[in-house]
């Protein structure tokens, strides 16, 4: 799938979101190492803390069809802003892809380019738990 092709899928994801709280609609398209795509939006809830964002949807989505490897995460939201992950998410994405590319898209279709160890520095992972050297 090319660039545009994954901001598309994710753009397409904002219909979906369910966010009768913030009525803040975001998108995510998950691009696994072989290529399959899984898209998320974020599903609120009544009760505000079981609420889940785009990017973890996405995720669960992924993991629970047996892909654990990602190459590349793009998320949108329908604000000149750029919608970076929340931390939950860094965290959650950082468990399967520490050196994921991030690709934020905005309204107006620009582009910003990141990877999550820029997004989480000095993160916690399995590594961690294990003592096992870098
Ligand atoms: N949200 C996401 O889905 N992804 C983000 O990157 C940031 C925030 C959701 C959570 C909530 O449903 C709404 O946006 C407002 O915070």
Same mark, same amino acid.
């Given at each position: 799938?090319?660039?545009? $092709?994954? +901001?598309?899928?994710?753009?397409?994801?904002? /219909?979906?979101? +369910? =966010?009768?709280?913030?009525?803040? *609609?975001? &998108? @995510?398209?998950?691009?696994?190492? /072989?290529?399959? =795509? +899984?898209?998320?939006?974020?599903? $609120?809830?009544? %009760?505000?803390?079981?609420?889940?964002? %785009? $990017?973890?949807?996405?995720?669960?989505?992924?993991?629970?069809? &047996?892909?654990?490897?990602?190459?590349?995460? %793009?998320?949108?939201? !329908?604000?000149?802003?750029?919608? %970076? *992950?929340?931390? =939950?998410?860094?965290?959650?994405?950082?468990?399967? @892809? *520490?050196?994921?590319?991030?690709?934020? =898209?905005?309204?107006?279709?620009?582009?910003?380019?990141?990877?999550?160890?820029?997004?989480? *520095? +000095?993160?916690?992972?399995? !590594? !961690?738990?294990?003592?096992? $050297?870098?």
């Amino acid at each position: 799938m090319t660039r545009e $092709e994954l +901001y598309a899928a994710a753009r397409g994801m904002l /219909d979906r979101a +369910y =966010v009768p709280y913030s009525h803040f *609609p975001v &998108g @995510a398209a998950l691009e696994c190492e /072989d290529g399959a =795509v +899984y898209t998320g939006c974020n599903v $609120e809830n009544a %009760a505000y803390s079981p609420g889940c964002c %785009a $990017e973890r949807t996405a995720v669960v989505k992924a993991v629970s069809e &047996g892909h654990r490897r990602f190459r590349r995460i %793009a998320i949108t939201a !329908d604000s000149d802003r750029f919608c %970076a *992950p929340c931390g =939950v998410c860094r965290q959650v994405l950082q468990e399967f @892809a *520490p050196n994921l590319e991030v690709l934020l =898209v905005n309204r107006k279709g620009e582009v910003k380019e990141l990877t999550l160890p820029q997004l989480l *520095p +000095y993160s916690f992972g399995s !590594d !961690d738990l294990t003592g096992r $050297e870098e």
